[in-house]
């Protein structure tokens, strides 16, 4: 039987400090967790941010640039250096990283898609090997790129057939701000318009999407019967409690009469 199959995003503020590092400590604390997933016959995928991030810090951004030549060079500046880190904290385990960045063309063609399809599943029949994916936001221009790269995790998720999808973001989670109180919802079975509308875009000097972008993932996702999380990166052990059972953050349940696609036929948005 095949293992079961994560692919886990970390987006670029579970990544960075307060100041915009990059966060070593952090860092170093998700890779063993994904060490313990994988020890427990998970095959893991990641989708990692921060490549633009790390290329901000270089450069000497304080805030994300506007222009798209800009968000360029800061990623293909930073992307070596993200990749660095993860081959030095994966390597302590004797784990190998293999990265493989991505286009908005490579998934929108059925070829390409296939392509992609059958050079991860081969990385995973090589058990000591991480797929780390990222979007190659160098050659990804304005008009024809995901932007934010939870999108992306879902599509990743939904051509894998992966068991679930696991989105780290710097939230707990969807929250509730209806009645002057500010509530977590653990359990979405349905997106609705009202949890549509609950998912304001939060916007930071580093990173892109917010909520809405992990709504639109969390569609897609569940579309093929991929249940979601959306979960504190910073949680205590965050990946081993939710192979654990528990509830941590927001858990998108797939509906069984809502399924409408599969691996073959995601449209882009
Ligand atoms: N691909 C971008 C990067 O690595 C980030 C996209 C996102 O934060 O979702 O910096």
């Known amino acids: 039987m095949r293992p079961k199959r994560w692919v886990v995003k970390f987006g670029t503020g579970v990544l960075s ?46 805030k994300r640039p506007d222009n798209i030549e800009e968000l360029q060079a800061c990623s293909t500046l930073g992307q070596p250096f ?47 090997v991480i797929p780390i994916i990222n979007e190659n936001d160098c050659v990804s221009y304005e008009e024809i790129r995901f932007g934010d790269n939870d999108r992306l995790s879902s599509h990743i998720a ?13 939230v707990a989670g969807l929250m509730d701000y209806s009645n002057g109180e500010k509530k977590l ?25 917010g909520m809405v972008t992990k709504i639109e993932a ?6 093929a019967g991929i249940q979601v999380q959306i979960a504190d990166g910073r949680e205590k052990d965050v990946l ?12 998108f349940k ?3 009469n809502e399924r409408s696609f599969g691996a073959d036929s995601v449209s882009l948005p």
């Not at 939904?158 to 710097?170: E, G, K, Q, T, Y």
């Not at 549509?196 to 875009?201: I, P, Q």
């Not at 969390?218 to 579309?223: E, N, V």
């Open 82 to 128: 993200l990749m660095h880190y993860y081959k030095k904290f994966f390597s302590s385990y004797g784990f190998h990283v293999a990265q493989i960045l991505v286009t908005y063309f490579d998934l929108d063609s059925v070829s390409l898609r296939r392509n992609i399809q059958k050079l991860l599943e081969n990385l995973l029949l090589k058990k000591t």
């Open 17 to 62: 400090t307060k100041e915009g590092s990059l966060d070593l400590q952090q860092m170093e604390n998700l890779t063993k967790q994904l060490i313990e997933i994988k020890k427990r016959q998970i095959d893991v995928i990641v989708v990692s941010s921060g490549a633009i991030g790390c290329g901000m810090e270089i450069l000497g951004y304080e």
């Open 185 to 209: 919802i653990s359990y979405v079975d349905r997106i609705d318009d009202r949890i549509e509308k609950l998912a304001e875009g939060t916007r930071s000097e580093r990173s892109v999407g």
């Open 158 to 170: 939904v051509l894998m057939n992966a068991d679930r999808l696991i989105i780290l973001s710097n």
């Open 218 to 223: 969390a569609k897609i996702s569940l579309s």
């Open 254 to 256: 797939v509906n069984k």
């Open 240 to 251: 081993v409690r939710i192979y654990d059972g528990e509830p941590l953050g927001t858990l």
